[in-house]
T-cell receptor, first 112, second 114 residues
């Protein structure tokens, strides 16, 4: 099955700086890569996703890049704000499959 | 849209008791997922329903766990009898269909078994 590794496990950044989280996956058939943000006491919230026919996707301060050859994808948050502090999860899913394989999560702390 | 609704939000019970968790998916979604989240194992898929039919229950840890979806707007996850190692946060998620569709999570039920 799919195995998703996520790094780093914790990330502390100064407000206004950028944050980058990286994930690798094992199954070359995977072609859907969502990112979730989980705040304390809440469920994971989908913030952005990318499919294998696209190399990069951007939504305001959030961007995701995908390198299918190397089997890795990354989340970039620019101009970080205190409200970006949360746990971020990457995930991967195979073609026409419902199963999401999640990374272990990255705890992001934005220092004011 | 109200999003995925779960109840109760918190449940504390004694070992051996029956626990029932409830979920109402987003209206119009026909895929429903139950997940368990722990520090040790992260997010694990327990069971997946499509059009109210259980498609994959390979993640259900043991026979003490059962799930039902009697109609498109309601699902339950039952643990009987509960054990302390079942303590976790249980999430329900729904999506428009199987395949490459976004999964939307509910707020979760924090279960503590003493």
């Amino acid at each position: 099955g799919e195995n998703v590794e996520q790094h780093p496990s914790t990330l502390s950044v100064q407000e206004g700086d950028s944050a980058v989280i990286k994930c690798t996956y094992s199954d070359s058939a995977s072609n859907y890569f969502p990112w979730y943000k989980q705040e304390l006491g809440k469920g994971p919230q989908l913030i952005i996703d990318i499919r294998s026919n696209v190399g990069e996707k951007k939504d305001q301060r959030i961007a995701v890049t995908l390198n299918k050859t190397a089997k890795h994808f990354s989340l970039h948050i620019t101009e970080t704000q205190p409200e970006d502090s949360a746990v971020y999860f990457c995930a991967a899913s195979s073609r026409n499959d419902y199963k999401l394989s999640f990374g272990a999560g990255t705890t992001v702390t934005v220092r004011a | 849209d109200a999003g995925v609704i779960q109840s109760p939000r918190h449940e504390v019970t004694e070992m051996g008791q029956e626990v029932t968790l409830r979920c109402k998916p987003i209206s119009g979604h026909n895929s429903l997922f139950w997940y368990r989240q722990t520090m040790m194992r992260g997010l694990e898929l327990l069971i997946y329903f499509n059009n109210n039919v259980p498609i994959d229950d390979s993640g259900m840890p043991e026979d003490r766990f059962s799930a039902k979806m009697p109609n498109a707007s309601f699902s339950t996850l039952k643990i009987q009898p509960s054990e302390p190692r079942d303590s976790a946060v249980y999430f329900c998620a729904s999506s428009l269909n199987r395949g490459l569709y976004e999964q939307y999570f509910g707020p979760g039920t924090r279960l503590t078994v003493t």
